[in-house]
């Protein structure tokens, strides 16, 4: 029996191995196990398949399903029922693609991770340089894999909670190149444990990769920033604190000030030389088939008509959010000529986060694609500011830190918010600045709040009921927590009798 290795293509995701009895005759696209790790170059291209997947596991339903799910959004008359059964709630099932793909593609990718760092060191290394590189291609894939990891633990398991973390159930953990292994669901603790330990790892051998604007690669900064993601997660709140404010700090990463600069860091993704200056992490991407996935479901451009068919719009409350001077305004939203079931809607507020970066499209009209912006330094600025609302003798430190915020984006100065004032305050901005970047669920979810959709823009566009426009869900619903995808639930023997509540 032969471990056969696929191969797509040096930029596509690398394949997962199948087994062959085939005697020592393998596909003319296939090698053998051992044959795919034997030199730097080997290492280099799987190192480009794992960005790639990487790269493919940001934006699209990745990315917006949760927000689709959330209060943020209304879905239109000519939605589809696409993404439809994530923004009902019901019936949210365990099949749902959504579901399905998320928990899928991430756990393929921690596979081909695996497999690089499993095989990685029969690669002879003949000199300190080769070396660096070595450590460079395995800090990028421990960091990767702690991100995917962490992806999981917070869409398919409960919050943390230091005093129940280490009994509730979180995900299986897979550490080796194992088609055929069968795991049990690890707990919250051992999977965020998992976690540090792999960013630890990323954190040494990543060490001589200073960090830089706009950085399509992973570097140390990239780990810092993940780091302060997760602690804001584990409630560790010194640990947060530092490690958002080492990046702050740097002076690498200043906010953006003027409103033209801040539009084309996401309009075109950093271009001019400066509109990228506050982005950590934006992995690379270019034309014709070098793309990911799009966030396409915001603005639906029908270039015969020059019109738009949106399957969601923002709410009126979350337009009205922001004030005159704030630049984010201009940039997030846009009021667009909409055409919805055979009606003119003019000047409609639509998602403009993401028109397409002209760069990247694939015809004479936009194809929705940008370069994914996985870290920015505006959500360190919320993460130090939200850990250190949470305690009395650091909520002088929080206000100030997230006034360091808005005045950047030209909103006003907050004054003497204490208590819970001033984490309303951090929650709300965390809204301002993050919109639709698929943040919005796991930010109730780790506040125990629950929501009321309402305040729509016009109702007349809208499909409504109380799964639309009036839903209205608790804290502590059961589907905040996705379920264990239905086939992995047949397939795995040992998940038997561990679903989620509620599914």
Avoid at 64 to 91: C, E, I, M
Avoid at 146 to 170: C, I, M, S
Wanted: glycine residues 6%; proline residues 5%.
């Amino acid at each position: 029996m032969k471990n056969i290795l696929k191969i797509l293509s040096l930029t596509a995701v690398i394949a997962l191995t199948s087994v062959s009895c085939e005697l020592n005759r393998y596909p003319y696209s296939a090698i053998e196990q051992s044959h795919s790790f034997v030199t730097l170059r080997d290492a280099g291209s799987f190192n480009t398949g794992l960005y790639v997947s990487f790269r493919s596991a940001i934006y699209g339903l990745y990315m917006f399903s949760t927000d689709v799910q959330a209060d943020l959004l209304n879905a239109t008359l000519d939605y589809g029922n696409r993404n439809g059964f994530p923004h009902k709630w019901t019936p949210l099932l365990a099949d749902d693609y959504t579901i399905r793909d998320t928990w899928r593609y991430q756990y393929a990718a921690i596979s081909n991770i695996n497999n690089l760092l499993n095989n990685a060191g029969q690669i002879p290394i003949a000199s300190p340089a080769e070396q660096a590189t070595m450590d460079k291609y395995l800090g990028e894939a421990y960091l990767m894999r702690a991100y995917f990891y962490h992806q999981l633990v917070l869409r398919f398991a409960k919050d943390y909670e230091p005093a129940t973390a280490a009994t509730d159930p979180g995900v299986p953990i897979v550490l080796t190149y194992d088609l055929f292994f069968k795991p049990l669901r690890s707990t919250v603790e051992q999977v965020y444990q998992q976690i540090l330990a792999d960013i630890g790892k990323a954190e040494t051998l990543l060490a001589a990769s200073p960090g830089a604007q706009n950085s399509p690669k992973i570097t140390i900064d990239c780990v810092t920033a993940l780091k302060a993601r997760v602690y804001l997660c584990m409630h560790n709140w010194t640990a947060t604190v530092t490690a958002a404010n080492s990046l702050i700090t740097s002076g690498t990463y200043p906010l953006i000030t003027v409103a033209a600069t801040f539009k084309s860091m996401w309009s075109a993704d950093g271009t001019p030389v400066g509109s990228g200056a506050e982005t950590i992490l934006q992995l690379a991407a270019s034309q014709p088939s070098e793309l990911g996935n799009a966030n396409s479901i915001y603005l639906g451009y029908n270039a015969t008509s020059t019109k738009y068919t949106p399957d969601f719009v923002p709410e009126q409350w979350v337009i009205d959010m922001y004030g005159a001077g704030d630049i984010r305004k201009a940039a997030y939203l846009e009021q667009k000529a909409v055409y919805v079931m055979g009606t003119n809607y003019p000047n409609f507020w639509c998602i403009n986060k993401y028109p397409g970066n002209p760069a990247l499209f694939t015809g004479a009209s936009t194809n929705y694609q940008h370069k994914p912006k996985v870290f920015r330094v505006a959500e360190m600025y919320l993460i130090s500011a939200e850990a250190a609302a949470q305690t009395p003798a650091t909520e002088a430190n929080a206000l100030t830190t997230l006034n360091l915020l808005r005045t950047a984006r030209g909103a006003t100065v907050l004054v003497g918010l204490t208590g819970t004032a001033l984490m309303d305050a951090v929650k709300s901005e965390r809204i301002r600045e993050l919109l639709c970047e698929g943040t919005r669920i796991d930010d109730l979810k780790r506040w125990k709040m629950g929501f009321a959709r309402s305040a729509p823009q016009n109702i007349l566009l809208l499909i409504t009921g109380p799964d639309f426009d009036q839903k209205v869900v608790a804290a502590g619903d059961d589907k905040f927590v996705w379920a264990i995808p239905a086939n992995d639930m047949t397939t795995n023997p040992s998940l038997i009798g561990q679903q989620n509540p509620g599914w």
